[in-house]
T-cell receptor, first 112, second 113 residues
Framework: DQQVKQNSPSLSVQEGRISILNCDYT??????FLWYKKYPAEGPTFLIS?????DKNEDGRFTVFLNKSAKHLSLHIVPSQPGDSAVYFC???????????FGTGTSLTVIP | DTGVSQDPRHKITKRGQNVTFRCDPISEHNRLYWYRQTLGQGPEFLTY????????KSRLLSDRFSAERPKGSFSTLEIQRTEQGDSAMYLC???????????FGPGTRLTVT
C-alpha cells in the first residue's frame, strides 16, 4: 500500500521562479515528514523536514508546508536554480522512526 | 567522517547465486536502514537496526533476504538464490536516535541475469 504519494512525476520551472512540489499521505499517525533530493547515480540527500506539530518549516530557499487535515505537504523552492534540478522524494514516519515511507518522486527541471 | 559507504557499487550475478552487500554507516549513528529502489519508484523500506538489534523488517521481505549488524557498526545484506526481480538499487541509510534525518549511501546496483 502506497502510504505516501507524489502524483506529479515531473515539473519544469524557469530559473528564478517558484517550484512547488506536492505530496499526499494516507496514514494520519505519521509524526514526521522529510524531503530528500536525489541526483543520478547518488543516494538521496536530506533537504528539509517538518514535525506534525508544525505547519511550516523554512530553511533558506526551501520551505515545507504541512496541512494535516488534508494530509498534504508541499515543498516550495524560491528562487529556483538550475542546480535544483533533481528528483525530489517526500517521506513520512511514525514517532518511533523505525520505518520510513517514501513517495515515488517528482523530477524537477529548472530551465536557465 | 566521509559519510555512509556501500560496497560494492555494482554487482552483476546470475540467477540462483547468492550475493552480499556491505554498508558502513556514519560512525556515531546507531540507527541503520536498508532500502530497495527500482526505476521510477521511491526507496522501499526493507529492514531497520538499532545498534545490533534488528527491530523492524518489511512484511514484503522474502525469506531469501537476511541482514545483520553484528557489532552495531557495519551491516550486511544477503540475498540468497537471486531472481531477476531482485534487480534494483539497494540503499543503506543511517541516523542518530534523536534525529529522524537519514543519511544515505550511494547504493549498490544489483543486476541479476
Amino acid at each position: 500500500d502506497q502510504q505516501v504519494k507524489q502524483n506529479s512525476p515531473s515539473l519544469s520551472v524557469q530559473e528564478g521562479r517558484i517550484s512547488i512540489l506536492n505530496c499526499d499521505y494516507t496514514n494520519s499517525m505519521f509524526d514526521y515528514f522529510l524531503w530528500y533530493k536525489k541526483y543520478p547515480a547518488e543516494g538521496p540527500t536530506f533537504l528539509i523536514s517538518i514535525s506534525s506539530i508544525k505547519d511550516k518549516n523554512e530553511d533558506g530557499r526551501f520551505t515545507v508546508f504541512l496541512n494535516k487535515s488534508a494530509k498534504h505537504l508541499s515543498l516550495h523552492i524560491v528562487p529556483s536554480q538550475p542546480g535544483d534540478s533533481a528528483v525530489y522524494f517526500c517521506a513520512g514516519t511514525l514517532i518511533t522512526g523505525n520505518q520510513f515511507y517514501f513517495g515515488t518522486g517528482t523530477s524537477l527541471t529548472v530551465i536557465p | 567522517d566521509t559519510g555512509v559507504s556501500q560496497d560494492p557499487r555494482h554487482k552483476i550475478t546470475k540467477r540462483g547465486q547468492n550475493v552480499t552487500f556491505r554498508c558502513d554507516p556514519i560512525s556515531e549513528h546507531n540507527r541503520l536502514y536498508w532500502y530497495r529502489q527500482t526505476l521510477g519508484q521511491g526507496p522501499e523500506f526493507l529492514t531497520y537496526f538499532q545498534n545490533e538489534a534488528q527491530l523492524e523488517k518489511s512484511r514484503l521481505l522474502s525469506d531469501r533476504f537476511s541482514a545483520e549488524r553484528p557489532k552495531g557498526s557495519f551491516s550486511t545484506l544477503e540475498i540468497q538464490r537471486t531472481e531477476q526481480g531482485d534487480s534494483a538499487m539497494y540503499l543503506c541509510a543511517s541516523s542518530q536516535t534523536i534525529f529522524y534525518e537519514q543519511y544515505f549511501g550511494p547504493g549498490t546496483r544489483l543486476t541479476v541475469t
